[in-house]
């Protein structure tokens, strides 16, 4: 789907998570990461150029965050407050009036989805918008997190398929199922 024809008013662009360290060089790095940029950036020029927003959520963890392996979580340390891999990917062309979405700054457990206690449902739904296209990265983590959220809050969902990429092969397989299931609808990028 192309998206000068996909987008439309009521609709917004969330593209999740587009750090440095999840592309490859960065310390939690998702295989073919980077992959995901050329696409998003075909949509967020085609979101501007419509007046569709753009929000761009990025995981901003403390030093000290429970979900790095060293204080007993699943992953190495990624993304921390202020270090040049919590950057958003410097190939990512995202647009001045790009909205960001912070999360994943909590001490007491992590926040995967944009979705989770950051407003961002009520703030959408007072803006007028429906539908959400989603992208980005990790497909099997903070996209899931997001799309599964995103439907629980009511909004339609159109997941770009080519525009995000898995931690794990099989995560990725287990996450479109989930998504789809929920309502979620999977969109080829162009
Ligand atoms: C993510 C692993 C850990 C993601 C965040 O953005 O998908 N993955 N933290
Ligand atoms: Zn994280």
Redesign the pocket.
């Known amino acids: 789907m192309h998206p000068n024809d996909a987008l439309q008013p009521g609709d917004a662009l969330i593209v999740?998570?587009v750090q440095r360290d999840?592309c490859p060089g960065g310390r939690?790095p998702i295989e073919h990461g980077d992959a995901v940029i050329p696409v998003l950036n075909d949509w967020v020029a085609a979101a501007a150029a419509k007046g569709v927003p753009v929000y761009a959520s990025r995981?901003w963890h403390p030093v000290a965050h429970p979900?790095f392996d060293g204080e007993g979580g699943p992953?190495p340390v990624?993304?921390v407050q202020d270090t040049e891999g919590a950057a958003f990917h410097p190939d990512l062309r995202l647009p001045p009036e790009v909205i960001v979405v912070t999360k994943?700054t909590r001490f007491d457990h992590?926040q995967?989805s944009a979705f989770d206690e950051t407003g961002l449902a009520k703030h959408l739904h007072e803006k007028g918008v429906h539908r959400l296209w989603v992208g980005g990265?990790?497909q099997d983590?903070?996209?899931k997190a997001t799309v599964l959220d995103g439907r629980k809050a009511g909004f339609a969902v159109q997941v770009i398929r080519d525009a995000t990429r898995p931690?794990t092969e099989s995560g990725g397989e287990e996450a479109l199922k989930l998504m789809v299931e929920a309502g979620a609808e999977l969109v080829a990028a162009a």
Do not use: K, Q, R, T
Request: aromatic share 12%; net charge negative.
């Open positions: 999740v998570d999840f939690l995981d979900s992953w990624h993304c994943g992590d995967n990265l990790a983590v903070c996209v931690v």
